[in-house]
């Protein structure tokens, strides 16, 4: 049973940093793309950032240049980290991953970012 846990999330202020994981278990992350996605309440779920299995990562409009994503195949595990962040980054954050017809997501992580 493939199963993917997030991990990190928190309150943080305005201009803060956090570092969210996602471990898989299951399978083998190293031939899944992985993803972050966030829903803000009201709001749909959004793309925040994927990283594809040789590497190549693609972000959010919205967080570029504060928020990287990287895997460590070794550990099964897919990082975001976050800077500079502000209080509409607050959400639930989801992992994602994904090849061909298989689709994993996680239960979700709250990241709140307020005084």
């Known amino acids: 049973q493939v199963q993917l846990v997030e991990s990190g999330g928190g309150l943080v202020q305005p201009g803060g940093s956090l570092r969210l994981s996602c471990a898989a278990s299951?399978?083998?992350?190293?031939?899944?793309?992985m993803g972050w996605y966030r829903q803000a309440p009201g709001k749909q779920r959004e793309l925040v950032a994927i990283?594809?299995?040789?590497?190549?990562?693609n972000y959010a409009d919205s967080v570029k240049g504060r928020f990287t994503i990287s895997r460590d195949n070794a550990k099964n595990t897919v990082y975001l980290q976050m800077n500079s962040l502000k209080p509409e980054d607050t959400a639930v954050y989801y992992c994602n991953a994904k090849r061909g017809p298989m689709d994993f997501w996680g239960e979700g992580t709250l990241v709140t970012v307020s005084y």
């Open positions: 990283i594809a299995t040789g590497g190549s990562t």
């Open positions: 299951g399978i083998s992350a190293s031939i899944l793309n």
